[in-house]
């Protein structure tokens, strides 16, 4: 039986109070994230229960128990507290998926800072943009991205502690770098728990839009209503399941259904911090009996791509139920994994600002292959008239996905940027950015972004971003960054450049752009593929029509080009 | 392929790896050390490998060769590129 019941009569009269209730929450009562994943669960008898399995690079293996998990996230929260870490500081955290990461998330948010995670693949300028601008007060990461973090430290000068959790001894650290062994910290049985409440923010995830810079997304404390609830309906985590979130949680997913939804319910999951390969990932699942998998679709592909055979090789009998996130599922994937895997993928719809799952495909209801299902109870959906921003209530016409504010996880602000926050509502909704339809049964079909942002893997990608950074290269004049199709990845960033004078187009500059972008922002954001042209295609007012290139990339038409600039 | 000449490509590769893709002074690279699966190099970052070593040698590896496997050490790298020089 699914923990969700039937979809049908979950919508009757469904109120967040069902969540509130479950987690012994009344409304003006303090609320604390940190508190409700560790001590809580203790508290309900689960001291001894496994929390997480790690397996990192090497074949490192740990296990760690709720009880662990309570005296390491308080172990961290007192040094932080001890550093004079604040209420409502940003602190960072930089670092693979070591099980300090884990442990830190919670103990800043038991402290009432914010924790701010980035994605360790960021290179300075992405990480120099996201620090500078949330004016963050501490980083947590590891000794091998001091390199990168203390280029930018100097023009930083909020941050004022940088504490590294795999310092060796007889390695030289410099001002302000703090080492910090957790194995060897004195545990600390008791925390003073800030007494956080509803509104108090908790988590400040960073998301890229089509211009300007990265948008701080401030979440709240409440959040954990809407987690829970999504975590235990959605991804139907039963008491005793293995979960595995392949998620980093330098992203939305990997805090949300990576930390905060399954140890809110007291769920043992697993994490695997190593590369991508078929033969691991099955033998990652085979050892550890994962019986609930919430992946990307990227992985997905990347998994069909490895063929079928290799699945024969292990036994992956424990699986029991399959979701998906971060861009559309092709319906190929979800019958593909029916027929090899015995189970389909439910996909799952949702973003950064959302902050918890808005759209799904639920155990027990019918899959439509491609779709993504519909509203979770209590979220208000509905596809929008472009112009008129009023609900389309025609079946198969495309608009705007929007929702009806109010959901606990609902982002509360962009950190510091009022104009862009009110810019995503209008017209009493909240505008996703993305467009769909709406079938007869009330499925939403995804179509596409409603803007110029890439998603790559399930990654957004701004292409204002990119560009920025393409100009500092030395050679490049002018740049338009669009996306083109990618059979794994969805869709990858693709660079039209033309060059300044003295340069000449060839495959080792081609190279080089490729690495200056990969180092300045991230492997994600590097074009994986460069265009040389003469001259790019403008507007008469010297607009990049960034437009017609794409639809180039995309094989679709290229419209109106009456403005284009003639020779 | 002599075995002076395997030398140098895998000097080749090893030092370009090293330079572009670790950060860490202190790691050290061997010629068996996994890239992909201990995450020095992710699939983003594999196509601007791909395109160094078709630049380099001068030659052309298919897409579908191009794999995490392939490209998992220096020495499957140069095993690689033997196959199409």
């Known amino acids: 039986m699914a923990e969700m019941g039937k979809y049908e009569d979950r919508l009757a009269g469904f109120t967040w109070s069902i969540a509130e209730q479950e987690l012994d929450y009344h409304p003006g009562d303090p609320i604390n994230i940190g508190w409700h994943c560790s001590d809580r669960i203790c508290r309900l008898g689960k001291a001894d229960k496994t929390a997480l399995y790690y397996e990192g690079f090497g074949g490192i293996e740990r296990e760690y128990t709720f009880n662990d998990l309570r005296l390491h996230t308080n172990t961290i929260g007192s040094f932080l507290r001890n550093l004079g870490l604040k209420p409502e500081d940003r602190i960072c955290l930089f670092m693979d998926r070591i099980p300090e990461l884990y442990f830190s998330f919670l103990g800043i948010l038991k402290i009432g800072a914010i924790v701010q995670p980035l994605f360790s693949a960021f290179g300075e300028e992405s990480l120099f943009v996201r620090l500078g601008d949330a004016g963050t007060r501490a980083i947590i990461t590891q000794r091998k991205y001091l390199s990168r973090i203390r280029k930018i430290v100097p023009s930083l000068p909020h941050l004022e502690f940088i504490i590294v959790v795999d310092h060796q001894k007889d390695k030289g650290l410099e001002t302000n770098e703090i080492p910090f062994l957790l194995d060897e910290a004195t545990p600390v049985e008791n925390l003073e728990l800030f007494p956080s409440i509803a509104e108090s923010p908790s988590v400040l995830h960073y998301t890229s839009g089509t211009t300007g810079q990265p948008k701080g997304v401030k979440h709240v404390h409440y959040s954990i209503i809407s987690q829970y609830l999504t975590t235990k309906w959605v991804l139907d985590l039963h008491k005793d399941d293995i979960y595995w979130c392949t998620a980093d949680p330098g992203w939305v997913t990997g805090t949300s259904y990576g930390i905060i939804g399954p140890w809110s319910l007291g769920i043992t999951q697993c994490v695997l911090d190593a590369g991508f390969s078929a033969e691991t990932w099955y033998k990652f699942i085979e050892k550890h009996k994962v019986s609930v998998w919430y992946t990307a679709p990227t992985a997905i592909r990347s998994l069909m791509k490895a063929g079928d055979d290799i699945v024969r090789y292990f036994n992956l009998s424990s699986l029991r139920h399959l979701a998906s996130v971060g861009e559309p599922l092709n319906s190929e994937a979800v019958i593909w994994s029916q027929k090899v895997l015995g189970k389909p993928f439910h996909d799952s719809f949702w973003q950064t600002e959302t902050g918890a799952i808005m759209i799904s495909n639920y155990p027990g209801m019918k899959i439509k292959p491609g779709s993504m299902g519909k509203p979770f109870p209590g979220i208000t959906a509905a596809v929008l008239d472009p112009d008129t921003y009023q609900p389309i209530l025609e079946k198969g016409r495309s608009g705007l996905i929007a929702f009806r504010p109010g959901w606990p996880a609902m982002m509360r602000a962009y950190w510091n940027n009022e104009q862009k926050y009110n810019e995503k509502f209008k017209n009493g909704w909240y505008l996703s950015g993305d467009k769909a339809t709406i079938d007869e049964e009330g499925y939403f079909w995804f179509i596409g972004r409603d803007d110029d942002v890439i998603n790559t893997g399930g990654h957004l990608v701004s292409p204002f971003e990119v560009e920025s950074a393409l100009l500092e290269h030395p050679a490049v004049s002018e740049s338009a960054v669009v996306s083109k199709p990618d059979d794994i990845n969805m869709e990858v960033v693709k660079a039209f450049i033309s060059l300044k004078l003295g340069y000449s187009s060839n495959k080792d500059l081609e190279l080089d752009i490729m690495n200056f972008v990969r180092k300045k922002l991230s492997s994600i954001a590097m074009p994986q593929d460069v265009e040389f042209m003469e001259k790019l295609p403008k507007t008469r007012s010297g607009k990049i029509m960034r437009r017609m290139l794409r639809a180039r990339e995309w094989g679709e038409e290229i419209g109106d080009i009456s403005t284009l600039e003639n020779d | ?85």
Do not use: C, W
Not at chain 2, 1 to 28: A, N
Not at chain 2, 30 to 41: A, Q
Not at chain 2, 42 to 68: C, G
């Open chain 2, 1 to 85: 392929m002599e075995e002076q000449k395997l030398d140098e490509i895998r000097k080749m590769v090893h030092d370009y790896v090293k330079s572009e893709y670790i950060d860490d002074d202190d790691v050290t690279l061997t010629y068996d050390t996994p890239l992909i699966s201990s995450g020095y190099v992710d699939s983003f970052s594999m196509v601007s490998l791909l395109i160094f070593l078709e630049n380099r040698f001068k030659i052309k590896i298919p897409p579908s060769k191009a794999t995490p496997d392939a490209f998992d050490s220096v020495n499957k790298i140069v095993k690689l590129v033997e196959s199409y020089i």
